[in-house]
Nanobody
Framework: VQLQASGGGLVQPGGSLRLSCAAS????????VGWFREAPGKEREGVSC????????YYTSFVKGRFIISRDNAKNTVYLQMNSLKPEDTAVYYC?????????????????WGQGTLVTVSS
């Protein structure tokens, strides 16, 4: 059972990146999935999440309107499209299966974690 986060890199302010969270060993579409980030010197925070069905989607206010979460069940993958990136978005981004995604309060109940992918926004 494994989650693999990928797609990070160095991008200039205003640029875009798409992160992928691919699952192996289990079916990701049965799970709610969250994206989290940890910036240097800061605590890990929930960025976005998507429920297994319905679907509930959540974005932290810091990324709302710029990031888009989606899932492709055929590829067993969840994506985070990040647009209009800012230097303050610089962090290691992690994906995880979660117990529940609330559209109001975000992710809760953690399961499997991916290893993290570094996003650096700098000119």
């Amino acid at each position: 059972v494994q989650l693999q986060a990928s797609g990070g890199g160095l991008v200039q302010p205003g640029g875009s990146l798409r992160l992928s969270c691919a699952a192996s060993g289990f079916t990701l579409d049965d799970n709610a999935v969250g994206w989290f980030r940890e910036a240097p010197g800061k605590e890990r925070e929930g960025v976005s999440c998507i429920s297994a069905s319905q679907p509930n989607i959540y974005y932290t206010s810091f990324v709302k309107g710029r990031f888009i979460i989606s899932r492709d069940n055929a590829k067993n993958t969840v994506y985070l499209q990040m647009n209009s990136l800012k230097p303050e978005d610089t962090a290691v981004y992690y994906c995880a299966t979660i117990g529940f995604c609330s559209a109001k309060s975000g992710p809760s109940g953690f399961g499997y974690w991916g290893q993290g992918t570094l996003v650096t926004v700098s000119s």
